[in-house]
């Protein structure tokens, strides 16, 4: 038997060989995040149309601060829905959380203290789905609406008869409401870039180092490249002074961007490069052949609502962070934009596909929708429709594209 | 002939009143196809499912590689080498065809899969069976045919080295061209030194690709046939419960 391989591996040939490769992929059905991000660019466009405000330096910031929180959620909630499950609790487990921190603080608790305990509340609740879920058999949905249902009651126990607290940590409040230095910004580009560049050189090292056909380098550098005039653009615009009053300068990447990014980061790293992130697809896909192939089924499943719930956790610390207080209705309303925003993005409802960037570009179509029709005045209510419109448009591309990849099953 | 990778002799299993199977002998060597036919109902599922270890025998004794072993779990059976392929398949469709032969046994390095010795290793095992039917070992699996993702099924059992491969009915939901595909692929596997059981309905299959036959008929076997020394009448009597022989002591 030669050491030739003679199988195609999808990584030959020059780089427009793999923009074709792509496209293929693209017309049977696997799109990703592509209606998504088309979707995107069409509501830049048309709203920087008909709004003079929406592409100023301060708006844009305002967006990234606007979606971080929904940001979070939806990649909280993408680890559940791409095992076909769901978790409605996920906002009221986070205001819970939240309400236990701001009121321990008040009465004198130390406030890493108290924070962590929010985390460790997360990982609890997370765990208690996921027992009953894997273990028990109780539908997601209904013990999730369980938790949906009595998390408020909760909080207004905690909260006391005013419903709200105000968050008194400085260190918290920091997360939404202060910039990045304009050197830690291009800094925070630099470390993106060099990672990505870092990330595919290893890939492609390894490929190389066992005897496979890789990408070609230039096509490695096209990307960071790409990554670079982007990313610096964006960074470029969030240091333009965005302040209305010369005497008191903004300016800077808002604190959160950095925060998010890493998060975003770690969480694509575990589902793209760990046996757990593939024990996730999996069990997504196929749980009777995961099983079958000897992966602990209940045990993914567990894990997967307790990261949910962790990640949950962060964004209800965005939310208390960026309005300053807690309400017993915390994470009531938001959760289902969350799903939303997952579904937008290229989430599949039906488990195995997904991914955290997905969920940002959705969560960035939804506070835009909201952003852009607020600035042209467009009633509330308008809003609310639009989206819903936008997500019953993407769960139809999702359920088309499953119905024309899984052609093959009827197929033999 | 050498000796039997896998010998039953004498093996019961009952659900309850009814006697599943009543005292079956089954030799399989290392190297040979055996077929194992039967109607429905004859106990070929039960025989096999006491292989996987998934359903034990109540009685009987069962020696691989001349060692006599109780096959009571699917991880015994595994760690011997004894590989199951169900019709059902077990594949995940969301998953490449590398990422799904290495499933549950993922190689490593620098804490993180290592995707390029999979992917080189999954490229071998194809090509030891002369696989050329997938266009790219990167491909979901949902984008196969039948007969493709049976072919992945079925090398995935060489990279995990298996010395017995229990192939159920591979060949029930295939076109012609297809069907053709993987019965040379079972042959291929059975070239490769490993011993292969194939359960079918199909005699026509049976004829083609195996070297023994082994007819079940209400939980008795019935024969265990020579390939070379017999015909379809002979099998039909068999399976049909007109002929019958004893195996001789």
């Known amino acids: 038997m030669s050491d030739q391989i003679t199988i195609k591996t999808g990584q030959e040939g020059s780089a427009l060989d793999q923009i074709k490769a792509y496209g293929s992929k693209f017309r049977s059905g696997e799109m990703g995040a592509v209606p998504a991000i088309a979707a995107l660019l069409l509501l830049l ?32 909630l993408v680890f559940v829905i791409m095992l076909g499950e769901i978790d409605l609790s996920a906002g009221v487990t986070a205001g819970t959380g939240m309400a236990v921190f701001v009121k321990l603080n008040q009465l004198g608790w130390s406030w890493p203290l108290t924070l962590a305990l929010a985390f460790v509340i997360g990982l609890a609740t997370g765990w208690f789905i996921g027992f009953f879920v894997a273990k028990i058999g109780v539908p997601s949905f209904v013990i999730s609406l369980a938790l949906y249902l009595a998390f408020p009651g909760v909080m207004l126990i905690i909260l006391g008869e005013g419903g709200v607290l105000r968050l008194e940590v400085p260190e918290v409040s920091a997360i939404m409401n202060t910039n990045l230095a304009v050197w830690q910004g291009w800094l925070m580009l630099a470390i993106c870039l060099v990672l990505t560049f870092a990330m595919g050189y290893w890939d492609r090292s390894r490929r ?49 961007i950095p925060i998010a990014l890493f998060i975003l980061f770690v969480g694509t790293f575990v589902l793209d490069r760990t046996k757990f992130g593939r024990y996730m697809y999996a069990v997504g896909g196929n749980p009777e052949a995961a099983r079958r192939a000897g992966i602990k089924v209940a045990k993914i499943r567990i894990y997967a609502f307790m990261i949910c719930s962790f990640l949950a956790m962060i964004s209800g610390v965005f939310n ?18 969350g799903v939303a925003a997952a579904v937008v993005g290229g989430v599949s409802l039906f488990g195995g596909r997904g991914r955290l960037v997905h969920a940002a570009i959705g969560a960035f179509v939804i506070s835009i929708i909201d952003n852009g029709l607020g600035l042209i005045g467009i009633p509330a209510g308008v809003s609310f429709i ?5 997500l019953s448009v993407a769960a139809t591309v999702d359920a088309l594209s499953r119905k024309r990849s899984g052609g093959s099953l009827t197929r033999t | ?75 015994i059976s595994s760690a011997l080498g004894i590989e199951v392929v169900y019709q059902d398949l077990a594949l995940c469709e969301n998953l490449d065809i590398v990422q799904n032969m290495f499933l549950g046994r993922e190689e490593m390095s620098q804490g993180t899969l290592n995707e390029a010795d999979m992917e080189f290793a999954a490229a071998k095992a194809l090509q030891s069976l002369s696989v050329r039917t997938v266009k790219s070992l990167r ?8 007969g493709q993702r049976q072919t992945v099924a079925i090398s995935r059992t060489v990279l995990r080295d ?22 040379n692929l079972v042959r291929r596997l059975a070239d490769k030194g490993l011993a292969v059981i194939m359960i079918s309905h199909n005699l026509a299959d049976v004829f083609q690709v195996a070297d023994d036959i082994a007819v079940l008929y209400l939980g008795n076997m019935v024969a265990q046939l020579e390939t070379k020394k017999t015909t379809h009448n002979d099998v039909i009597g068999y399976i ?10």
Do not use: C, W
């Open chain 1, 45 to 76: 466009v048309i709203f920087n149309f008909v709004s003079p405000y929406f592409l100023t330096t301060i708006n844009i910031a305002n967006l990234f601060v606007q979606s971080a929180t929904l940001m979070m959620l939806s990649a909280a």
């Open chain 1, 208 to 256: 190389l180092k066992a005897g496979l056909p890789a990408r070609p380098l230039s096509l490695l550098i096209y990307k960071v490249a790409a990554i670079g005039v982007l990313g610096g653009a964006g960074v470029y615009i969030l240091n333009l002074s965005r302040s209305l009053n010369p005497l008191f300068p903004v300016q800077g990447v808002p604190t959160v």
């Open chain 1, 320 to 337: 208390v962070s960026r309005i300053g207080n807690v309400e017993s209705s915390a994470g009531r309303a938001i959760v289902l934009s």
């Open chain 1, 386 to 390: 639009v989206t819903g419109i936008v």
């Open chain 2, 1 to 75: 002939m050498s000796n039997p990778l896998i010998e039953l002799s004498g093996i019961k299993k009952s659900f309850g009143p009814v006697d599943v199977l009543k005292g079956v002998d089954l030799k399989v060597y290392p190297g040979r196809v055996t077929a194992l036919v039967g109607d429905n109902g004859a106990g070929k599922s039960t025989l096999i499912k006491g292989i996987a270890g998934v359903q034990p025998y109540d009685d009987g004794v069962v020696k691989f590689e001349g060692e006599e072993v109780n096959l009571h779990t699917p991880r």
């Open chain 2, 139 to 146: 491909q979901k699996v949902s984008s196969l045919s039948g």
């Open chain 2, 162 to 183: 298996a010395k017995l491969v229990i192939l159920d009915e591979p060949t029930a939901a295939l076109g012609v061209a297809q069907t053709e595909q993987v019965l």
């Open chain 2, 240 to 249: 049909t419960g007109i002929k019958s022989q004893k195996e001789g002591k």
